[in-house]
């Protein structure tokens, strides 16, 4: 029988800078192993900064840019585009890939994260960012893990 | 500081037109390869499309005036990178090559308390005026374009108003520049916000003495935006003479 965590806490506390994923609260976000997988995401909270870094893959499972604390540091066909409270990345048919919102002091991450064989990742689905197998890493301070996914 | 520091200061600080905006404000030579530094609101306009997108224009009619001499500029970083419109810079490139220029103080050497003074051209003047405070505080705050990020500040007494936007913070025991002069404290714009509220409840002659008000209104904190995330800018001209 599957268990639903909701509403839980990982490494922060309510009213502090977090992540919002799927439907818990984060400091940390990793998804897929750098250097391992094609595709990766880091998703972290750093002196009071959201920092978003990982390499992105479209449904084809190939690269469509490598984001480095939210800067595009190589773009293979892939546009940023800035809106007042965080960015989209949008591929060149223009068609939105991911976005990073701000609302409160909670980052929220909206988009796909393919895998090398163009399987789904992590996704947003129902307003919530929702992960779909590992490796994966919710909440990290110190050392310690929130919730591990091999 | 010695009066001589601050006359070589004034000399590399210029004042920026846009003519086809139609907005002015401030900004340095951080070398003598003409290479000059503002900010990044007063070279561009923003807008935000119907999807919440920010759509930045940046203008292409420049010119810097240091006196009665005007001198052409050009933008110089990447239009396509978003690091000068998160941070609020941009680098322009004079088809002059300035008298002077300020070097960039060694930024972890920076303290509370310590006096510094802002070289900008507020509204109304055509000439340079210099004002002093001390470094009120150092502090992250989030972008205010772009509230994902955070900016790292100096918080200073120092005054400055409309047209200060892009002059330079300098330290007064050295005359080297430490930040950006880029926008007033939030209680400032409070207060206008309160004004403007009142604006629209009165008549001749009081609304002109509110909008007045608003314009030179000069009181309490400024932040200037630390040179830290201009000088991580890969446009950033090396070799400079820290």
Partial sequence: MPIYMRGSYFFVRPGQKRFEISSNFTNYLEIGIQGVTEYYLEAKVENDEFKISGTLLNPSGQVLCNINQNFIETSLGCIKEMTPNGYRIKDNDKNQVFEIRVENNICHLKGAIYSESGEIVAREQEDSFLIFRGPAIIGKSNGSIGIKLD | ?242
């Fill in chain 2, 1 to 242: 500081m010695p009066a001589q520091l601050i006359n070589n200061c004034i000399k590399a600080v210029g004042k920026i037109v846009c003519r086809d905006f139609g907005q002015s404000g401030s900004g340095f030579f951080i070398d003598d390869e003409g290479h000059f530094l503002t900010n990044n609101h007063v070279v561009t306009k923003m807008g935000i499309d119907r999807l919440g997108a920010i759509r930045l224009d940046y203008s292409r009619d420049i010119y810097v005036k240091f006196g009665n001499n005007a001198y052409n500029a050009s933008i110089l970083i990447d239009e396509n990178s978003d690091r000068p419109f998160v941070f609020d810079y941009c680098i322009l490139k004079l088809n002059d090559s300035p008298s002077d220029h300020i070097c960039v103080a060694d930024l972890s050497q920076i303290n509370q308390g310590e006096r510094v003074f802002a070289i900008g051209y507020p509204s109304g003047f055509e000439m340079p005026i210099v004002t002093s405070g001390i470094i009120s505080a150092r502090l992250r705050m989030p972008s205010h374009r772009n509230s994902l990020h955070t900016m790292k500040t100096f918080l200073t007494d120092a005054v400055a108003t409309y047209g200060n936007s892009g002059g330079p913070l300098i330290r007064s025991t050295d005359g080297k520049v430490i930040g950006i002069v880029t926008m007033p404290h939030e209680i400032r714009n409070r207060i206008k916000d309160r004004l403007q509220r009142h604006l629209a409840k009165v008549t001749p002659p009081i609304n002109d003495i509110i909008k007045f008000i608003m314009r030179y209104l000069h009181e309490g904190f400024v932040y200037a935006i630390s040179l830290e995330h201009v000088l991580n800018d890969p446009a950033f001209p090396q070799g400079g003479d820290n």
